[in-house]
C-alpha cells in the first residue's frame, strides 16, 4: 500500500472555526490532491497540487484554501467551517500526471455542528 | 466536458452470479481509464486499469476492457463473493489538467 496517512481521521467542529486536515506521503510522489466524499456526489475534487508552492483549484474549492511547502505535506484549510462541509476528507497522490493511477488516503470524517 | 456515467446502485446479488457495472464516459483528448473499490470505512483501493484503446485491465478476478467506439469502461466478474461486497467507482485520468473525474459509485451487496 502506498504510504498516505491522513490527520485527523475524525474530527467534530463548530461552525465559525477553523480546521486544517493534514495529508502527509512517504512515496515522494509530485501530484497531491483533496477530495470530497458525499452521498450522491462521489469524489469531488477540491485542490490539488503538482509541486511544492504549486496549486490549483478543482471543482469545488470555494470556502478551502491549501499550502505544500514540502514535497511530503498537504494541508486543506477550512478558513470558518460551516455545515455544507461536513463530509468525508480524501487525500491521493499520483506520481505522474493524471493519466497515472492515484492512491487514497484512509480519510477524514469532519462533522461540523 | 469531462464526465463519467456509472449504472445506478444499489446492486444486489446472490453468491456466484455474474456482475457487470456500467460505465461510460466522455472526454476531451485520450484518457486512461480506471476501476476503484471502497469497502466500509476505507479510502479508495485502485481495483484495475486501461490505458488506451482495447486494453484490458484484470485483477482478482475482476475485468474491464476500454472500448473507445463505444466510451464505455464496463466492470465484469464472473462468479462474486460475499467479499465483493463494497462500493465501485470508474473513473477517468487526462493529461491536461492532471485531474480525474469519478463517477457516483454503484453499491455491490452480495448476499449467501
Known amino acids: 500500500d502506498a504510504g498516505i496517512t491522513q490527520s485527523p481521521r475524525h474530527k467534530v467542529t463548530e461552525t465559525g472555526t477553523p480546521v486544517t486536515l493534514r495529508c502527509h506521503q512517504t512515496?515522494?510522489?509530485?501530484?497531491m490532491y483533496w477530495y470530497r466524499q458525499d452521498p450522491g456526489h462521489g469524489l469531488r475534487l477540491i485542490h490539488y497540487?503538482?509541486?511544492?508552492?504549486?496549486?490549483d483549484k478543482g471543482e469545488v474549492s470555494d470556502g478551502y484554501s491549501v499550502s505544500r511547502s514540502k514535497t511530503e505535506d498537504f494541508l486543506l484549510t477550512l478558513e470558518s467551517a460551516t455545515s455544507s462541509q461536513t463530509s468525508v476528507y480524501f487525500c491521493?497522490?499520483?506520481?505522474?500526471?493524471?493519466?497515472?493511477?492515484?492512491?487514497f488516503g484512509p480519510g477524514t470524517r469532519l462533522t461540523v455542528l | 466536458g469531462n464526465s463519467v456515467t456509472q449504472m445506478e446502485g444499489p446492486v444486489t446479488l446472490s453468491e456466484e452470479a455474474f456482475l457487470t457495472i456500467n460505465c461510460t464516459y466522455t472526454?476531451?483528448?485520450?484518457?486512461?481509464l480506471f476501476w476503484y473499490v471502497q469497502y466500509p470505512g476505507e479510502g479508495l483501493q485502485l481495483l484495475l486499469k486501461?490505458?488506451?484503446?482495447?486494453d484490458k485491465g484484470s485483477n482478482k478476478g475482476f475485468e474491464a476492457t476500454y472500448r473507445k467506439e463505444t466510451t464505455s469502461f464496463h466492470l465484469e466478474k464472473g462468479s462474486v463473493q460475499v467479499s465483493d461486497s463494497a462500493v465501485y467507482f470508474c473513473?477517468?485520468?487526462?493529461?491536461?489538467?492532471?485531474?480525474?473525474?469519478f463517477g457516483t459509485g454503484t453499491s455491490l451487496t452480495v448476499i449467501p
Open positions: 491521493a497522490i499520483s506520481e505522474r500526471t493524471g493519466l497515472n493511477e492515484q492512491f
Open positions: 512515496e515522494n510522489h509530485r501530484y
Open positions: 497540487s503538482y509541486g511544492v508552492k504549486d496549486t
Open positions: 472526454a476531451t483528448g485520450y484518457p486512461s
Open positions: 486501461a490505458t488506451k484503446a482495447d
Open positions: 473513473a477517468l485520468g487526462l493529461n491536461t489538467g492532471n485531474q480525474f473525474y
